[in-house]
Nanobody, 125 residues
Framework: QVQLVESGGDMVQAGGSLRLTCAASGGTFSSYAMGWFRQAPGKEREFVAAIGWSGTYRTFYADSVKGRFTISRDNAKNTLYLQMNSLKPEDTAVYYC?????????????????WGQGTQVTVSS
């Protein structure tokens, strides 16, 4: 079972940037897909971005973040990143990283087995 710990959440003004980090331990990191999801108060958890295993690094993004967010991974450090630029108030949420037991990334949260505890991102207008 992979353990995941997110960090980097903060309160920023609209238009600002943040970089979230997810440190993985206890399993094989480079061989499997990883993803970021978020959940705003009163809303369901939604897909943000995903990246395939080290053989492809294929990425997927939600339409709402495409062009503003970038997902990346450093397999040597067992770390997943989410660079968030041009932040909007509607990006406010708890952000979770997730580890998939499969090589290919998916936008479906059911495709992920391990989850972090989440990190809060708050964007003020």
């Amino acid at each position: 079972q992979v353990q995941l710990v997110e960090s980097g959440g903060d309160m920023v003004q609209a238009g600002g940037s943040l970089r979230l980090t997810c440190a993985a331990s206890g399993g094989t990191f480079s061989s499997y897909a990883m993803g970021w999801f978020r959940q705003a108060p009163g809303k369901e958890r939604e897909f943000v971005a995903a990246i395939g295993w080290s053989g492809t690094y294929r990425t997927f993004y939600a339409d709402s973040v495409k062009g503003r967010f970038t997902i990346s991974r450093d397999n040597a450090k067992n770390t997943l990143y989410l660079q968030m630029n041009s932040l909007k108030p509607e990006d406010t949420a708890v952000y979770y990283c997730a580890h998939s037991p499969k090589f290919s990334a998916t936008m479906d949260f059911k495709g992920y087995r391990s989850w972090g505890q989440g990190t809060q991102v708050t964007v003020s207008s």
